[in-house]
């Protein structure tokens, strides 16, 4: 199993299988346009934008399970990170990532790699560094700013 198994949300209900990243390394993130880590949205960006053409993609998931921080509908928050943070990586639909309810994906993330204490997502900015094949390797708490895991991106990319 891998995370090309899984399909997610565009915010227009398209819906993507995540296969069609193979070959890629993927950062998956989950997001919420009204948290204090939401200049994270920039350092996500640069990333994005300084490897994209060598292989990464970032994708970020908003989320409100921590304090009602992403409160907007998808088309408003996909507009609010355009505006605000001048975000162009995929932003797919408002998921759940703990509960019950948590999507199927980060069901399979929260497993392959545990937190510190738990599996379980502490906060927004949560991200997962996944290889070309699908298969996590890496996960960084959400105080991890994106700069911090460049050099591990780019070990992923060069292999």
Same mark, same amino acid.
């Given at each position: 199993?891998?995370?090309?198994?899984?399909?997610?949300?565009?915010?227009?209900?398209?819906?993507?299988?995540?296969?069609?990243?193979?070959?890629?390394?993927?950062?998956?993130?989950?997001? =919420?346009?009204?948290?204090?880590?939401?200049? #994270? @949205?920039?350092?996500? &960006?640069?990333?994005?934008?300084?490897?994209? %053409? !060598?292989?990464? =993609?970032?994708?970020?998931?908003?989320?409100? #399970? @921590?304090?009602?921080? &992403?409160?907007?509908?998808?088309?408003?928050? %996909? !507009?609010?990170?355009?505006?605000?943070?001048?975000?162009?990586?995929?932003?797919?639909?408002?998921?759940?990532?703990?509960?019950?309810?948590?999507?199927?994906?980060?069901?399979?993330?929260?497993?392959?790699?545990?937190?510190?204490?738990?599996?379980?997502?502490?906060?927004?900015?949560?991200?997962?560094?996944?290889?070309?094949?699908?298969?996590?390797?890496?996960?960084?708490?959400?105080?991890?700013?994106?700069?911090?895991?460049?050099?591990?991106?780019?070990?992923?990319?060069?292999?």
């Amino acid at each position: 199993m891998s995370v090309h198994d899984f399909s997610v949300l565009k915010a227009n209900g398209e819906e993507v299988q995540l296969d069609s990243y193979k070959g890629k390394v993927l950062l998956i993130v989950n997001t =919420a346009t009204k948290c204090g880590l939401a200049p #994270q @949205f920039n350092g996500l &960006e640069k990333l994005h934008q300084q490897y994209l %053409e !060598e292989g990464l =993609a970032v994708i970020g998931f908003p989320c409100n #399970q @921590f304090m009602n921080q &992403e409160p907007v509908n998808d088309d408003q928050m %996909e !507009e609010t990170c355009k505006l605000n943070f001048g975000v162009t990586f995929p932003l797919f639909t408002r998921i759940n990532v703990n509960g019950k309810d948590a999507h199927p994906l980060y069901k399979y993330l929260k497993k392959a790699k545990k937190g510190l204490l738990s599996s379980e997502i502490k906060w927004n900015f949560t991200k997962f560094l996944i290889d070309k094949d699908g298969q996590v390797v890496e996960r960084y708490g959400p105080n991890v700013e994106p700069k911090k895991i460049e050099d591990d991106i780019k070990r992923l990319i060069a292999i």
